[in-house]
């Protein structure tokens, strides 16, 4: 009877890291955690730039609406120097004279304080009767007028309103030049959003479709 040779069980080696691998390892773990924490953080700044694109195209395409409906249909630019970041309109002729009266008139400045573009203007009590609305509602001659005090003075009477027309905009440059008569139809905006809003800058243009000057 033949006898089987037996083998010894052979258990595998095991080792443990060297410390080359072990740094090997960590270099790779590392730069792996860097690509990523790089990913991500273009990953972000894209999403956070995309979205101030958006800020910006909402906001202006709002204002330059905004700004078209008070702009468009205007027959004179009052004022557009006196005042940083403001425009003076003679919106209509509503009383049918060729003159300018304070109930036609639209003030539009950019409102340091709330970072807001407001419109101002008259309104007088429902309960008003006509003669007191028409004895208030002055002729103001065009040459040499000061059109913000005016303001000022009927609001100190408490016969104004304001209406917003577009908040966050940290800068709002008005540009008109009256050297011709196309040019004296043009109002350019340079309008600059709030940094949290991505402090992006863009140009709006609104032209008046009915020029009309007033006769005085």
Known sequence: MRRCPIHPEVKPVRRGLTVLEFLLAIMITALIAVTMGMMISAVAKAVETD????????????????????????????????????????????RVSNTVHLTEVRWIERDAKTDSVLVHYIQFPEGMTQIERDTLDVEVPVAGADWWAALETMAALGHTATTKLCDGVAALEVSHSAATLQARKIVTFTMTLAEKFGGDTCILVASVREHKEPAS
């Open 51 to 94: 979205k101030h694109g958006r800020e910006m195209i909402v906001r202006g395409q709002a204002l330059s609406v905004r700004l078209g409906s008070y702009i468009t249909p205007s027959l004179w630019v009052l004022d557009a120097s006196s005042r940083p970041e403001s425009v003076v309109m003679w919106l209509e002729d509503s």
